[in-house]
């Protein structure tokens, strides 16, 4: 493809996308916006596809492999007109037309994403590679859904996104953490390459209804193990720290990062920081005194602390989050209880 090299290495793309089919644009056409949702079978995908079809105006399209999703999370829209489930694995070429990508597909507890790390790192390369490669065919802005794991084990707490990050590159977490930072390299090349408008959000420890029961991150693991009267199994020493966001308060952070004006990458989580030892204690308080707190071996690097900086989306996205650890355990414990079977007792 010719490309215009006046500026030193970046290059503009010099050819504009196909104009989509006329029918798109016909005043018989219901939707406004046709949106991708990668692993929008997921968690955090199927809460980010509610918000979406709450809009009359989007037609949603979910890609998922369902290797950690499950058609469950999306039941209620199976069959709406405006919605459409795909199984498809983003390692492979996809050929649609969309407006708008969330690029979601990825394993992201790390039981899961170590599993198979070749397979984890082919799909946040190369599944990105063919997201943007789509982006770029059809002119649609592409959003990634990137991790606190891109700056590692930090050394500067809390960490700003200008922070670089010390990450092991030959670690059994590189699959995932040097996989969506390359991830992150793509988008921009893409972005200053081809002019392909991009935006990524570096998301924090999130939890809320709907994650796997068995899912293994820590929050599901707390509240499984407390409805089942089960020890909760702090690793140790426990005196790391996560910071955790509701769910409701991330897709609302990343709908305002697709719809704002800056590239990112933005820092998505809240800042309320906890140790995994308070995070038991307050599990257990507030969801079963009985049981009991057990120390047990932890996995290679895990990172020490983390706590998201958020003054870049206060400023660029007027985003923070509401929901408070405390008032969205018992969310997601009601979620649980249904799912396990497990009733309140008075
Ligand atoms: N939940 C968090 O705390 C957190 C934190 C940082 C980043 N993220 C990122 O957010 C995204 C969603 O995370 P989640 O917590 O909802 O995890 P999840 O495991 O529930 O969802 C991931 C989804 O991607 C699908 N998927 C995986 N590989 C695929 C492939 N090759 N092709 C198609 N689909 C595939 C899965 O089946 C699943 O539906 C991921 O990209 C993750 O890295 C999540
Ligand atoms: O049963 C458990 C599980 C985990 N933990 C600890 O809880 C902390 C959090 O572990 P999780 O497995 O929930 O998640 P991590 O923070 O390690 O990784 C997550 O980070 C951000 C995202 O990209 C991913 O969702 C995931 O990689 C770790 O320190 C871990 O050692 C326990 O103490 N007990």
């Not at 190369?126 to 982006?135: D, E, F, K, P």
């Not at 029961?213 to 140790?236: C, K, M, W, Y």
């Not at 955790?244 to 004006?261: H, T």
Request: contains cysteine.
């Amino acid at each position: 493809m010719a490309a215009n090299s006046s500026n030193g290495n970046q290059q503009k793309a010099t050819k504009s996308p196909p104009p989509p089919s006329p029918l798109r644009f016909s005043k018989f056409f219901q939707s406004n916006m046709r949106i991708l949702v990668t692993g929008g079978a997921g968690f955090i995908g199927s809460h980010l596809v509610d918000r979406l079809m709450e809009n009359e105006k989007n037609e949603v399209i979910v890609v998922d492999n369902f290797f950690t999703g499950s058609k469950d999370n999306l039941r209620k829209w199976i069959d709406h007109p405006r919605f459409e489930l795909i199984r498809h694995d983003v390692t492979e070429q996809l050929l649609i037309e969309v407006d708008q990508i969330y690029h979601l597909a990825c394993p992201a507890s790390p039981i899961f994403y170590k599993y198979n790390p070749v397979k984890t790192i082919k799909t946040n390369v190369i599944g990105t590679l063919n997201m943007l490669g789509l982006a770029k065919r059809v002119g649609a802005r592409i959003l990634l859904t990137s991790t606190s794991e891109v700056y590692g084990d930090p050394l500067v707490h809390p960490q700003p996104e200008s922070y670089w990050g010390n990450v092991n590159p030959i670690g059994v977490r590189s699959c995932y953490d040097e996989g969506k930072r390359v991830a992150e390299t793509l988008m921009f090349d893409y972005h200053r390459q081809h002019g392909i408008e991009i935006r990524i959000a570096r998301i924090f420890n999130t939890y809320g209804p709907r994650m796997n029961i068995d899912d293994g991150r820590v929050v599901s693991n707390f509240i499984a193990q407390a409805l089942r009267g089960e020890p909760l199994t702090v690793q140790h020493p426990g005196t790391q720290t996560r910071s955790f966001c509701f769910v409701s308060d991330m897709v609302d952070g990343l709908i305002r990062l697709m719809e704002g004006e800056d590239t990112g990458p933005i820092n998505l989580g809240n800042p309320g920081e906890f140790t995994m030892i308070e995070l038991a204690e307050t599990v257990k308080e507030l969801i079963n005194p009985a049981v009991e707190i057990k120390m047990v071996e932890n996995t290679p690097d895990d990172p020490r602390q983390r706590k998201p900086d958020i003054a870049k989306a206060k400023e660029l996205l007027g985003w923070e989050p509401k929901v408070k650890l405390r008032d969205g355990l018992p969310l997601m414990e009601e979620d649980f209880r249904l799912r396990l079977g497990v009733e309140k007792k008075n």
